[in-house]
Structures are given as C-alpha cells and as structure tokens.
C-alpha cells in the first residue's frame, strides 16, 4: 500500500528553522506533482508550495523568500526547508502527491497524516 510519511515537525522559536521530510513508500511507477499544505487552528487548508515532476515551484506569498520545497526523486521523498519561522506558520503541514501506484492507469493524490509545527513568539 502506498503511504506519505511525513517527519520534522517541531517545537521552534520565531526566526529559527525546520525541515519536512515526506517519504512515499509503497510500489510506485511515476510521481508527478507534490506539495506541501498547512491548516492552521480554525482555518482551512492551504496550500504552502508546491513542485511539479519536472521541478518547477511555486509558492504562497506567505511563505515566499522563506520556505524553500525539494524532491529528491531517487530517494522518493519531498522535503520543505522553513526559515525565519513565524508565529503564523504554525499549523499541521500536510505532504501531498500525484502518483501512479504500481499496475494502475490513473494517477491519483494521496495525503500523509500531517506534522505539527509549532512557532512559539
């Protein structure tokens, strides 16, 4: 069965840094576009970055100059560097990918569970 993990999620201080990690397990044959979401206490989820299979990005303005996402395709995982972290950056991130399992025809999106970052003032 196919999974999103995520890890990195953390306790930080304003200013300081975290990386995401989102590792696919299972069988896969191609991983098109993956991003990253947040939904933060009371809002809806939104979308933070996201990059295509041919690695180009985009950003919400909120994050902008700040967050930085990657791929390591080889590895099958998708990483999102946060700096100059910000009280409003906390939120549970959410990875998120358009893959094709192992056999199947169709590509379909799948979520992880979802990593809490916490930036305290």
């Known amino acids: 069965q196919v999974q999103l993990v995520e890890s990195g999620g953390g306790l930080v201080q304003a200013g300081g840094s975290l990386r995401l990690s989102c590792v696919v397990s299972?069988?896969?044959?191609?991983?098109?576009?993956m991003g990253w979401y947040r939904q933060a206490p009371g809002k809806q989820r939104e979308l933070a970055a996201i990059?295509?299979?041919?690695?180009?990005?985009n950003y919400a303005d909120s994050v902008k100059g700040r967050f930085t996402i990657s791929r390591d395709n080889a590895k099958n995982t998708l990483y999102l560097q946060m700096n100059s972290l910000k009280p409003e950056d906390t939120a549970v991130y959410y990875c998120?990918?358009?893959?094709?399992?192992?056999?199947?025809?169709?590509?379909?999106?799948?979520w992880g569970q979802g990593t809490l970052v916490t930036v305290s003032s």
């Open positions: 998120n990918g358009n893959l094709l399992e192992w056999g199947a025809v169709r590509f379909r999106e799948l």
């Open positions: 299972g069988s896969i044959s191609a991983i098109n576009a």
């Open positions: 990059i295509t299979g041919g690695g180009r990005t």
